[in-house]
């Protein structure tokens, strides 16, 4: 089994978590989705940053029969899938688990903390 495919179970159910918590969003969408790309643009460079040098210093290697051959920097490409799946599933999460208000501010007092 290569890199890619073992990816591959991890990307859908992503997408799929993804798809669901934005067809709950309320309208609009547009600050959420640029919140989301705006974390992926960053969390994507800090991985091929931080990936290329682990595997340049030899923490990491990969089995180069396994790899698809395509790199960014020298982090294989499917090294970025598990950047994509905690882009996607955390906040995809964060709206769907129980107890969430996605979009609105609550005003009622019992709810908020004191600050101290």
Do not use: H, K, N, Q
């Not at 591959?8 to 959420?32: E, K, M, N, Q, T």
């Not at 598990?82 to 599933?89: K, S």
């Amino acid at each position: 089994m290569t890199y890619l495919l073992l990816c591959i179970p991890f990307l859908a159910v992503a997408a799929g978590l993804a798809a669901w918590a934005f067809a709950r969003l309320p309208r609009p969408r547009g600050r959420a989705v640029a919140a989301v790309g705006i974390a992926a643009a960053v969390l994507l460079v800090l991985t091929a940053v931080f990936d290329s040098i682990m595997i340049g210093v030899g923490l990491v290697a990969y089995d180069p029969a396994l790899r698809s051959g395509v790199t960014i920097g020298l982090a294989p490409i499917e090294d970025f899938a598990y950047t994509v799946v905690a882009v996607l599933a955390l906040p995809a999460l964060w709206v769907l688990l129980p107890g969430r208000r996605v979009g609105r501010r609550t005003t009622d007092p019992a709810t908020r903390r004191e600050a101290r």
